[in-house]
């Protein structure tokens, strides 16, 4: 039996999170569990009741309450597709088709990784994201310098007091263009083939430095718990530049020390094509026959997946993270969204490198899946409010390793949630036909958010961040930015104007494929 100084000690680690009307999770794809005039005890991060509000607050008559009757309280959302801060056109490349548009990334500046890495960090919580899959960038060797610079960001999303799950991406092939990278260095004129190899030199690495000199330190520092907000994921950056043997490594490695894999994958229709000329069949056909497919496999964009990639992806449990902004603005497309729910597929949402205002909003995100993947017609069905709010949240949590723990609040399971200001979503009318979750898919913004909670701690309360001061951030970053190129930018950046034209070129008899879309939204 609980005495009542150990259920007062208890008590002062918990509070009581009050809402007007709590979303639970989603029950199917058109219904949404809602408790209405409820609260959520929390104490030490995990969710230990939840109820009718002046139940629990009556029982609980000394704890905190957090929020308030006119609040909407939501599961944390999670961006399960995310990479830099500081934005490409921030730092001076234009949307762009994703072959030509990382080599113009090679011009970009330094930017200190803690310090970007909070810059979004603070969108995103903003918005009510309270994890992310960070996918970080790849670097030139030595593997040993790696660990230095991952730490630095997960460090970020530490002192922020957010979730994290980090894969450190990494390539070994075509890591200028889609063929071998001794056959296109011959193909450039005299004068660049030597600073061509010199600068690709630098990322080359043997596979197995990886595991020893990466993966296990960042393992030892972060895993088994030391850090509960953090995961470490593996992350080949996409089929094209990782040959079989680092993918059967990187498969390897997963089931070894029980983590997960997030693979960029049909992306373009460049990406769609390659696999053609290479593989004399699709991508995920190729995987499946070298058994790199499995349910700890979660596919980011598979956007020119086609019907028979669908099944096998089903087969396997995977799931998909779908990045309808990125998709948009660098031209790659539409996913087949729809048909990968009608398959039974979680599907996540990531917003990439950047959303549609060039920032990390999810609330915005939810609302452009929400319109995107609608057909005209009058009985062509939507996607509805209850799946768009399921990809944000639990298949979210799923798709980036802490789906037993987060993505939805039950009873047991860690108090990540998110509090809104109803009245203001709703003002200044909103008819009492229209669904809660409808109201926030339709009409929520980040100015609506009132708080964020993570683990049971609050980190953001009406416009300003519990652990990092945002302002005092800002600054250091702008001095950080605001100098002279250094030597070795400067030369990345000549090169990368150098060699542009001829990666650009690379494609041009490239037959795209012209296949039976998914969606009819018009024609001519």
């Known amino acids: 039996m ?33 408790l209405h005039d409820g609260a959520i005890l929390q104490i030490g991060g995990r969710i230990e009741e939840i109820g009718p509000y002046s139940d629990l607050a009556k029982k609980h008559s000394g704890i905190e309450v957090c929020g308030s009757a006119d609040d909407v309280v939501i599961p944390g959302l999670v961006n399960a597709h995310h990479h830099i801060g500081i934005t490409p056109v921030q730092l001076g490349s234009e949307d762009m088709p994703l072959e030509t548009w990382l080599t113009h990334h090679i011009r970009h500046r330094d930017v200190d990784p803690y310090l970007d890495t909070l810059y979004s960090a603070f969108e995103l919580v903003a ?39 980090f894969a450190f991406c990494n390539r070994d092939q075509h890591r200028l263009v889609y063929e071998d990278d001794d056959v296109f260095i011959a193909s450039l004129p005299e004068p660049l083939r030597h600073k061509t190899s010199a600068f690709l030199q630098r990322t080359h690495f043997d596979l197995e430095d990886y595991e020893t000199e990466y993966l296990k330190p960042m393992l030892d520092r972060f895993g088994g718990g030391k850090q509960p907000l953090v995961r470490i994921w ?28 997030h693979l960029h994958l049909s992306e373009t229709p460049y990406q769609k094509e390659f696999s053609a000329r290479q593989y004399g069949k699709t991508s995920i056909q190729h995987l499946d026959d070298i058994g790199f497919l499995g349910p700890h496999l979660t596919v980011g ?21 779908h990045n309808a902004s990125s998709n948009l603005r660098l031209r790659s497309g539409i996913a087949p969204v729809r048909e990968f729910v009608a398959r039974g597929i979680p599907v996540a949402l990531g917003i990439d490198e950047a959303g549609l205002n060039d920032d990390r909003d999810m609330l915005q995100e939810m609302r452009l899946v929400k319109h995107l993947h609608a057909q005209p017609g009058i009985y062509q069905k939507p996607l509805g409010a209850a799946q768009i709010f399921q990809m944000a949240t639990e298949h979210g949590a799923k798709s980036i390793g802490f789906g037993s723990e987060i993505g939805t609040l039950e009873v047991g399971k860690r108090a990540d949630l998110v509090s809104l200001d109803y009245k203001r979503i709703a003002a200044p009318f909103l008819d009492s036909e229209i669904p809660i979750v409808d109201a926030l898919i339709y009409r929520a913004k980040t100015e609506h958010v009132s708080a964020v909670m993570i683990d049971g701690k609050i980190v953001y309360r009406n416009g300003k961040f519990a652990n990092v001061d945002r302002d005092h951030t800002a600054q250091k970053l702008s001095a950080d930015l605001n100098r002279p190129l250094r030597a070795d930018e400067a030369a990345r950046a000549e090169f990368s104007r150098e060699v542009f034209p001829y990666v650009r070129d690379f494609y041009k008899d490239w037959k795209l494929p012209v296949p039976k879309p998914f969606y009819h939204l018009n024609g001519r």
């Not at 593996?234 to 043997?245: G, H, Q, T």
């Open 2 to 34: 609980t005495d009542n100084s150990t259920m007062a000690s208890r008590e002062k680690s918990g509070s009581l999170v009050r809402g007007r009307h709590i979303l639970l999770k989603a029950l199917d794809d058109d219904t949404v569990d809602i």
């Open 127 to 165: 918005s009510g994201v309270t994890a992310v899959q960070h996918l970080g960038g790849m670097k030139p060797g030595p593997v040993r310098s790696w660990p230095e610079n991952a730490s630095a960001i997960i460090q970020a999303y530490v002192d922020l007091g957010m979730r994290v799950s």
């Open 234 to 261: 593996l992350a080949p950056i996409n089929l094209e530049r990782s040959s079989d043997r680092l993918l059967g490594l990187t498969r390897d490695w997963a089931h070894k020390y029980g983590i997960g894999i």
């Open 301 to 321: 964009h598979g956007t020119w997946v086609c019907e028979a990639d669908l099944d096998v992806i089903a087969k396997h449990g995977m799931c998909i993270c």
